[in-house]
């Protein structure tokens, strides 16, 4: 069977790089097997979830190349939840609990205190009813627990292979607020059981999570997905992401001019068997990925590995690719292709291009740095037209009339005629340049 995946963020902040990563595992893993990619919106936290996130998460997924096969809100979905919350109240495994959160956080630490661990000791199981009375005539309202079955739950996880929870180890979770809103738990077990989601694969800060999961699978009446769980992405120093903070969300990423196929390498080779490398295409790099492959250790991500991938792409990039976009930056149709063939190599990022069309069309202020260079320079200026070997042989005249040779011959020529100290090969900005700006130039003149 073609295998369902899911994808599943909040809509409360921007995506980061770190998001990503899961985002592409499931779309790619999708993507080599001929399955679908769902797109879920855990839109439940009604306070921080907000239209103008969620269309950010279409807007950014579809920049990473990734375009959901099916879509679907939590929001939509609460009768679905009501409806399993009721069934779990009715099998005794969702109980009532009155507890405030101050009361909560000091039954912890006497736990703590005494060496015991902070899990909830299901004091709620054994209220009265007259208790309970007395607790809703004081205006508090019941949150839910889950009651867990004290055992072990074992996965054949696609990332950690043999994995195991213990269960008594755990907290009953919460899975239903006292306003009757739902946490994360019980909507993505009911919407993946409902939607027919085959296979789960994110982040192993939700290993935990399974242990809960399954035994809510399992009680509602479903078999489980197969469940794998990746390392997560941090910064180079270790640190986890937030969307909160805006750590290197995808929209800055974009906006700052990164390629979709550097973040994209980045975030899945990123902490794999794999050697992160630039690679373009969707299919490529689902090739690539193997979820059994992935290191157990945090996968740490460093900017300078980003610039260095981008700029591999852009000096890799074909014409065709970027001919929109230079367009865009206002370089001449005619001119656009030999200029990008002589400037991509010197671009780390393709919005670059817009600096050195500028050398090129100027105004440039020119720097004379040797009169007798300058001098010849502008005696030998060759007749148009000029090609690929202008250069070259008007380098071969200057040289034969001074005596120049190396830095001393080009560094002076490069000053004079862009008026910068290092720059693309001038062999291909020089015919681009033209005649009469660059004759200009070597008398000193901006042009």
Known sequence: MAPLVRFAPSPTGYLHIGNARPALLNALFARARGGRFLLRLDDTDRERSTEAYAAAVEEDLAWLGIVPDLRARQSDRVAAYDAA??????????????????????RRKRQLGRGLPPIYDRAALTLTAEERAAFEAEGRRPHWRFKLD??????????????????????????????GSYLYTLPSVVDDAEMGVTHVIRGEDHVTNTGVQVQIFETLGHAPPVFGHHNLLTTADGEGLSKRL??????????????????????????????????????DLARLVDLAHISRAPARFDPHDLDALNAR???????AEARERLL???????????????????????????????????????????????????????????????????????????????????????L????????????????????????????????
């Open 85 to 106: 919350a009721d069934s779990l109240r009715a099998q005794g495994r969702l109980y009532a609990c009155y507890e405030t959160p101050e009361e909560l956080e000091r």
């Open 313 to 319: 792409l852009v000096h890799e990039m074909p014409f």
């Open 150 to 179: 004290h055992r072990t739950i074992t996965w054949a996880d696609l990332v950690r292979g043999e994995a195991h929870i213990d269960c008594a180890s755990l907290s009953d979770p919460v899975l239903v607020r006292a306003d």
């Open 416 to 447: 004079a005629l862009t008026g910068l100290d290092h720059g693309p090969d001038l062999a291909g900005l020089l015919p681009l340049i033209g005649h009469e700006r660059a004759e200009r130039r070597l008398r000193g003149e901006t042009a």
């Open 246 to 283: 805006g750590h290197l969300s995808l929209r800055g990423l974009r906006e700052a001019g990164y390629e979709p196929a550097a973040i994209r390498s980045l975030a899945v080779l990123t902490g794999s068997a794999e050697a992160v490398r630039p690679v373009a295409s969707l299919d």
């Open 328 to 414: 865009a930056l206002g370089i001449p149709p005619v001119a656009a292709e030999p200029f990008w063939q002589a400037v991509r190599a010197n671009l780390g990022k393709v919005a670059e291009a817009e600096d050195w069309w500028r050398v090129v069309a100027g105004p440039v202020e020119p720097a004379l740095a040797d009169e007798a260079v300058i001098a010849a320079a502008v005696a030998t200026i060759p007749a148009e037209p000029w090609g690929p070997e202008t250069w070259k042989d008007w380098a071969g005249a200057v040289r034969e009339r001074t005596g120049a040779k190396g830095k001393a011959l080009f560094m002076p020529l490069r």
